[in-house]
T-cell receptor
Framework: AQTVTQSQPEMSVQEAETVTLSCTYD???????LFWYKQPPSRQMILVIR??????QNATENRFSVNFQKAAKSFSLKISDSQLGDAAMYFC????????????FGTGTRLTVIP | GAVVSQHPSWVICKSGTSVKIECRSL??????MFWYRQFPKQSLMLMAT?????????EQGVEKDKFLINHASLTLSTLTVTSAHPEDSSFYIC?????????????FGPGTRLTVT
């Protein structure tokens, strides 16, 4: 079964600084998707970034980028120039390309941004 | 991005009554809809997956007779919590997916907070 592990329950970062959130996963599949979702206090889940496993190039979305290490099954999220609005719960998620295609979520990392 | 709505956003009901939560994909046809439950400060727990016109597939440990899911159309799914009890109080989130040009992205509703008194 697929599992997603986020080992950092809480992280904090100074405004304008950079922070990296860790995520590891376990799967026997060779092709899959990985995601980072943000859940602010409103509790609306927002997709931050997506990575397709067959792509070697790390995904980037403005201030958000990932470090995808397929062999190590690691998928970390880097937030550059952190802003107050980045404060939220961040969930790493995995989805296979075959079968039920459900999203498997990690336990989340609560990010605090210090002004 | 695509929009998913949920109604109501919060509901309070008395123990023993039933409550229905609607999930709608507003600007796309959702081939698959998902229902999640989230306890405070915890992750999302998948309850069930439904495809339009077919019975929902429930995750292990989720009572299908208690949590009735209907996916009547490509834009609407409902979750009915039957004979609700205080332990059913939680935050329920639906999600909808279509196999569009972006590879089948899942979009989430804003959630429904259920309180059973």
């Amino acid at each position: 079964a697929q599992t997603v592990t986020q080992s950092q329950p809480e992280m904090s970062v100074q405004e304008a600084e950079t922070v990296t959130l860790s995520c590891t996963y376990d799967t026997s599949e060779s092709d899959y998707y990985l995601f980072w979702y943000k859940q602010p206090p409103s509790r609306q889940m927002i997709l931050v970034i997506r990575q397709e496993a067959y792509k070697q190039q790390n995904a980037t979305e403005n201030r958000f980028s990932v470090n995808f290490q397929k062999a190590a099954k690691s998928f970390s999220l880097k937030i550059s120039d952190s802003q107050l609005g980045d404060a939220a719960m961040y969930f790493c998620a995995y989805r296979g390309r075959t079968g039920a295609n459900n999203l498997f979520f990690g336990t989340g990392t609560r990010l605090t941004v210090i002004p | 991005g695509a929009v998913v709505s949920q109604h109501p956003s919060w509901v309070i009901c008395k123990s023993g009554t039933s409550v229905k939560i609607e999930c709608r994909s507003l600007d796309f046809q959702a081939t698959t809809m998902f229902w999640y439950r989230q306890f405070p400060k915890q992750s999302l727990m998948l309850m069930a997956t439904s495809n339009e016109g077919s019975k929902a597939t429930y995750e292990q440990g989720v009572e299908k007779d208690k949590f009735l899911i209907n996916h009547a159309s490509l834009t609407l799914s409902t979750l009915t919590v039957t004979s609700a009890h205080p332990e059913d109080s939680s935050f329920y989130i639906c999600s909808a997916r279509y196999n569009g040009r972006d590879g089948g992205e899942q979009y989430f509703g804003p959630g429904t907070r259920l309180t059973v008194t």
